[in-house]
Nanobody, 115 residues
Framework: QVQLVESGGGSVQPGGSLRLSCATS????????MDWYRQAAGKQRELVAT???????NYADSVKGRFTISRDNAKNTVYLQMNSLEPEDMAVYYC?????????WGQGTQVTVSS
């Protein structure tokens, strides 16, 4: 059974940092690309960052230079380091895996950015 479990969300002031983690199980983690998405209240879910099985990364323009996605294949975990957080970054953050025709999502972790 595939499981994705996010952690690390919380409340920070603008300019602060958070590190999100997504622990996976039930898959051969090292062979899959992983993504982070976010969904703000009243908005559609959007892709934030992607990392391939080989470690290549891609980012939404809104987070380039501030967020870093990484992976630890030994721990079956993908991370999202978020720096210089802005109020616009406030959302529920989800990790995502696509395996064949199936999409897997974690339960989400809330990130609040407010002074």
């Amino acid at each position: 059974q595939v499981q994705l479990v996010e952690s690390g969300g919380g409340s920070v002031q603008p300019g602060g940092s958070l590190r999100l983690s997504c622990a996976t199980s039930g898959i051969t983690f090292r062979i899959y690309g992983m993504d982070w998405y976010r969904q703000a209240a009243g908005k559609q879910r959007e892709l934030v960052a992607t990392i391939t099985s080989r470690g290549s990364t891609n980012y939404a323009d809104s987070v380039k230079g501030r967020f870093t996605i990484s992976r630890d294949n030994a721990k079956n975990t993908v991370y999202l380091q978020m720096n210089s957080l802005e109020p616009e970054d406030m959302a529920v953050y989800y990790c995502h895996l696509k395996r064949g025709l199936l999409d897997y999502w974690g339960q989400g972790t809330q990130v609040t950015v407010s002074s």
